[in-house]
């Protein structure tokens, strides 16, 4: 059974920091690029970051540089996002997701991921 459970979301002040958890299982991690998107209330989901499954290139949407850092560990199948200078515009649903191959469209990542979590809510307070 294929799982990505995130973990590490709560309440944080803005210029605070987060750091979230996704620990995955049931397929090959090391092959596949993890991601994180985030769905805030009435928006889209959006793309946050990417990082590849071999070669470790990253996208980091215009909104997360700078701030925000995509790690992953594949020997405990774990990636994370170090979220740093949050703001309240970054209060949102985060999702987990995995996929072969990723697409970036128009600089925003396309949201056809074949696994995903079942997300984990940051809330930034002024």
């Known amino acids: 059974e294929v799982q990505l459970v995130e973990s590490g979301g709560g309440v944080a002040q803005a210029g605070g920091s987060l750091r979230l958890s996704c620990v995955a299982s049931?397929?090959?991690?090391?092959?596949?690029?993890v991601a994180w998107f985030r769905q805030a209330p009435g928006r889209e989901r959006e793309g946050v970051s990417c990082?590849?499954?071999?070669?470790?290139?990253?996208w980091y949407a215009d909104s997360a540089k700078g701030r925000f850092t995509i790690t992953r560990d594949n020997a405990k199948n774990m990636v994370y996002l170090q979220m740093n200078s949050l703001e309240p515009d970054d209060t949102a649903v985060y999702y987990c997701?995995?996929?072969?191959?990723?697409?970036?469209?128009?600089?925003?990542?396309?949201?056809?991921?074949?696994?995903w979590g079942q997300g984990t809510l940051v809330t930034v307070v002024e």
């Open positions: 049931g397929f090959p991690f090391a092959d596949y690029a």
């Open positions: 990082l590849s499954g071999r070669d470790g290139s990253i």
């Open positions: 997701a995995a996929d072969l191959a990723p697409v970036v469209l128009a600089d925003s990542l396309y949201p056809q991921f074949e696994y």
